[in-house]
């Protein structure tokens, strides 16, 4: 049974920074595709990194590019997402997300290209 849980969310000021942890169990996050993705109030769930744990490879959406990174630890069989230069506009549940297998980059903003999430961590910026 496969089980994402989320860490390292909380509440600072914009310009700050929070990295976010998804420690997994019964899925090893060096064989396959992971990603973060983020629901503010009101609005839709979206895809803001993806990594590609066979070759390396992550993408970061163009609105958070250049403050957010994508890491991963296999020792801990962790997922990371640092973030920096935090705006009110980052506010939001953060979740993680996984699919066994290659990253589908044409379609990895997508929700439904990832059967395994978490519950979410709630992240909020204020001004």
């Known amino acids: 049974q496969v089980q994402l849980v989320e860490s390292g969310g909380g509440s600072v000021q914009a310009g700050g920074s929070l990295r976010l942890s998804c420690a997994a169990s019964g899925y090893s996050v060096s064989n396959g595709c992971m990603a973060w993705f983020r629901q503010a109030p009101g609005k839709e769930r979206e895809g803001v990194a993806a990594?590609?744990?066979?070759?390396?490879?992550?993408d970061i959406d163009g609105s958070v590019k250049g403050r957010f990174t994508i890491s991963q630890d296999n020792a801990k069989n962790t997922l990371y997402l640092q973030l920096i230069k935090m705006k009110p506009e980052d506010t939001g549940i953060y979740y993680c997300a996984a699919r066994r297998g290659a990253c589908v980059w044409n379609f990895w903003l997508q929700s439904a290209a990832y059967p395994y999430w978490g519950r979410g961590t709630q992240v909020t910026v204020s001004s």
């Open positions: 990594l590609d744990s066979g070759d390396g490879k992550t």
